[in-house]
């Protein structure tokens, strides 16, 4: 006769004998998570499934630190565990003890082999890495236009060389993001940039996939303009950045390295200046330099010729310095006030210090004005042809001579001759 | 070289700059000539302090349209 059991020894029973069933403990099962419930407690309750079949599931609070992933629906893992039996309810259920996810495995084989095989094409190559442009004038950004990555340019860039920024809004995971990475690459080449940033935030492998794609890395290693990757996460580096001719550990980082420091340029600029003044005065020291030489050399015949050459040059210089310094200071002072002051008081000085000289000079050239002299009574005595006589051996009874006075000329023939002792 | 003002692009202007300053600096010139450097030299620093100081730079995006890719304003918020 049949025994009778109760629904609890029942139900023990057949707890009991799938315990001691080999074939369903300590085994690997695949399928797809659904329904998946997060406790307070720290369990996990979820649906495993497969195309037909389904089964609960449930993983201890104890069991999850196991796993370096969090699970989520949607998502395929391989679990291993064993089956037991919930004896109140009569279910039985899949208890997990770890999993992985499947398809990653699969990813890193495909990261691999499309790696080593641009790689062999010399893809990678340090010589095919361009430089970027030193001042560009449009930067072009392939991202998402919602994510921090475009945020975080724009901010960046306001405190950088001033550029404007020409955004594709590209999809950058998930299914067609490949493909929208590769026609916002496409697109900005046709406008022109002169650098393009291509980059996204930092998530799991699948959800960087896109950059690691050999479409992705094509349109990057065909781009006229640099590339700079900038595939938010500090340690692994997708394909893109490997081809990329620059990569940037956040997209901060990519603005930076497309645009230099504005305060740094300014400070470059400054620097010019200084340098520019220093030579300036150098040279008006090395002119007073000549100008003594000259004046040195001047002889009483060329003097008067010489002198209003000078004197109409220094006058022409003065005004020159005047209009090219003093009007552009002016300019200068209040337009850059802050930044100039001190620089705009050193070219005053040297200026107020050049038209000092320059004045100097044309009292010292006009001092030896052999015209001066005429004032005071003397004359002065040439040949017919206009060369001076300093000597009376120079001229005998008969020569003609030219005597000029202060305000005019005389023509004479000389008499008589006698030399001094 | 195109001194252009308008023309030159900040990196031309700060190269012709930097070689007026060496000229300045090196060059046996006289005061003519230094005098012209100098004030192209200034010229070019005006030009690109200019630049630098510029903060209207546009940020647009590219929009497909049934007319091809146009472009529009982009604000981020």
């Known amino acids: ?421 | 070289m195109n001194e252009n003002k308008e023309e030159m692009t900040f990196e031309e202007s700060l190269k012709t700059l930097e070689q007026l300053v060496n000229e300045l600096e090196n060059g046996n010139l006289d005061l003519d000539e230094a005098l012209e450097r100098y004030e192209r030299a200034i010229v070019l620093r005006d030009r690109c302090k200019k630049i630098l100081d510029e903060c209207d730079r546009k940020v647009q995006k590219m929009i497909e349209t049934s007319e091809g890719m146009k472009k529009e304003d982009f604000t981020d918020d």
């Open chain 1, 1 to 421: 006769m049949a025994e009778t059991v109760t629904v609890t020894q029942l139900n023990t029973r057949v707890r009991s004998v799938l315990s001691e069933c080999r074939a369903v403990n300590d085994i690997w099962v695949a399928g797809e998570m659904s329904n998946l419930k997060k406790y307070p407690s720290g369990h996990y309750y979820f649906t495993l499934k497969d195309n037909s079949s389904e089964i609960r599931g449930v993983m201890f609070k104890q069991s999850r630190a196991r796993i370096d992933f969090e699970p989520q629906d949607n998502m395929k893992v391989t679990a291993f565990g064993r089956v037991d039996l919930y004896v109140e309810r009569g279910s039985y259920q899949f208890v997990v003890e770890t999993m992985q996810r499947s398809g990653v495995g699969d990813l890193y084989l495909a990261y691999d082999a499309l790696k080593r095989k641009l790689e062999s094409e010399g893809l990678f190559d340090s010589s095919r890495k361009r430089s970027l442009p030193r001042y560009p004038r449009v930067i072009g950004v392939v991202t998402s236009p919602t994510g921090a990555v475009i945020h975080d340019i724009i901010t960046t860039s306001r405190r950088r060389f001033p550029a404007d920024i020409l955004l594709y809004p590209a999809q950058v995971q998930g299914d067609g993001a490949a493909e929208s990475i590769v026609r916002g690459i496409k697109a900005l080449n046709r406008e022109k940039v002169d650098v393009l940033i291509v980059g996204r935030g930092g998530g799991s492998i699948e959800d960087l996939w896109a950059f690691n794609e050999e479409m992705v890395a094509r349109a990057i290693a065909a781009s006229e303009v640099p590339v700079i990757s900038a595939v938010g996460h500090e340690t692994d580096f997708t394909i893109a950045d490997l081809v990329a001719d620059v990569r940037a550990p956040t997209p901060t980082g990519a603005a930076e390295l497309a645009l230099r420091d504005r305060t740094e340029l300014i400070k470059h600029l400054d620097t010019d200046m200084i340098r520019l003044n220093r030579s300036l005065s150098n040279i008006l020291k090395r002119m007073h330099y000549r100008f003594g030489i000259l004046e040195s050399k001047l002889t009483p015949r060329r003097a008067e010729q010489k002198i209003l050459m000078h004197s109409i040059r220094l006058d022409e210089l003065y005004s020159r310095m005047n209009s090219a310094l003093s009007d552009r200071i002016e300019t200068m002072r209040r337009r850059f006030i802050r930044i100039d002051s001190n620089m705009d008081i050193h070219v005053r000085t040297m200026i107020g210090n050049g038209k000092k000289d320059l004045l100097r000079y044309s009292e010292r050239l006009e001092s030896v004005n052999p015209m001066r002299v005429l004032d005071r009574g003397y004359t002065l005595m040439t040949d017919a042809e206009g060369k001076p006589l300093t000597s009376s051996r120079q001229i005998s009874a008969g020569s003609e001579i030219n005597i000029i006075l202060k305000d005019g000329r005389a023509e004479a023939e000389v008499r008589k001759v006698e030399m001094r002792k």
